[in-house]
Nanobody, 114 residues
Framework: QVQLVESGGGLVRVGGSLTLSCVAS????????MNWFRQTPGKRREFVAS??????????ADSVKGRFTISRDSANADNTVVLHMSNLKPEDTAVYYC?????WGQGTQVTVSS
């Protein structure tokens, strides 16, 4: 059973940066496309970014273009995806979730203070 574990969340000031990681473990075989979503209380989970299996294609939500990047970890490309977030804004505050193949991680909280 594949499990997804996110890490790297925390408290950061406006304009700061954070890097989130998502590690897929347990029964993984080969690479697969992975996504990041985020959710705030009372709102729907919204798409943030995605990357395909070989890392050659990425997609970012309009709200994060130019500030966020998604990539495969250079040392563990098979099972680790990284979301680098810069120039963070208060509206980026949310729980960030990793997703693939119908699976979700437990989420990691990102809080941007003004």
């Amino acid at each position: 059973q594949v499990q997804l574990v996110e890490s790297g969340g925390g408290l950061v000031r406006v304009g700061g940066s954070l890097t989130l990681s998502c590690v897929a473990s347990g029964g993984t075989s080969g690479r697969f496309g992975m996504n990041w979503f985020r959710q705030t209380p009372g709102k729907r989970r919204e798409f943030v970014a995605s990357i395909n299996s070989d890392g050659g294609s990425t997609l970012l939500a309009d709200s994060v273009k130019g500030r966020f990047t998604i990539s495969r970890d250079s040392a563990n490309a098979d099972n680790t995806v990284v979301l680098h977030m810069s120039n963070l804004k208060p509206e980026d505050t949310a729980v960030y979730y990793c997703n693939t193949s119908g699976l979700w991680g437990q989420g990691t909280q990102v809080t941007v203070s003004s």
